[in-house]
């Protein structure tokens, strides 16, 4: 089991930076998918980045790739999403999920469902 906590949300204007973090007690022990999500006001939530518990593959959504990096430290639990050159259109609440036993896939960006575990998400609002 796993128990997620996502904290680091918040509002900045368009180009700023925020970094969220994501506590997932119990996700690292073996090897899973950690990743983070975002669901935008009527929008079908979306994967925005994947990473690996034990290994060292990572991956991105195309609006994620060059702006947003994840990235882990196993000794503390934790998974960050550091996100720079924000845009209005990121703003959205962010979620991270674990799915366990599972090495990351690409696709795996466009199932957020086969995820096992969730936090509670943290808001990231960007103004123009």
């Known amino acids: 089991q796993s128990q997620i906590a996502e904290s680091g949300g918040g509002s900045v204007q368009a180009g700023g930076s925020l970094r969220l973090s994501c506590l997932a007690s119990g996700a690292f022990e073996d090897q899973n998918c950690i990743g983070w999500f975002r669901e935008a006001p009527g929008k079908e939530r979306e994967g925005v980045a994947l990473?690996?518990?034990?290994?060292?593959?990572?991956y991105y959504s195309d609006s994620a790739k060059g702006r947003f990096t994840i990235s882990r430290e196993k000794e503390k639990n934790r998974v960050y999403l550091q996100m720079n050159n924000l845009k209005p259109e990121d703003t959205a609440v962010y979620y991270c999920?674990?799915?366990?036993?599972?090495?990351?896939?690409?696709?795996?960006?466009?199932?957020?469902?086969?995820?096992?575990?969730w936090g509670q998400g943290t808001q990231v609002t960007v103004s123009a």
């Open positions: 990473i690996e518990t034990q290994e060292f593959d990572s």
């Open positions: 999920a674990v799915e366990m036993q599972r090495n990351c896939y690409t696709h795996l960006l466009n199932r957020w469902r086969e995820f096992d575990y």
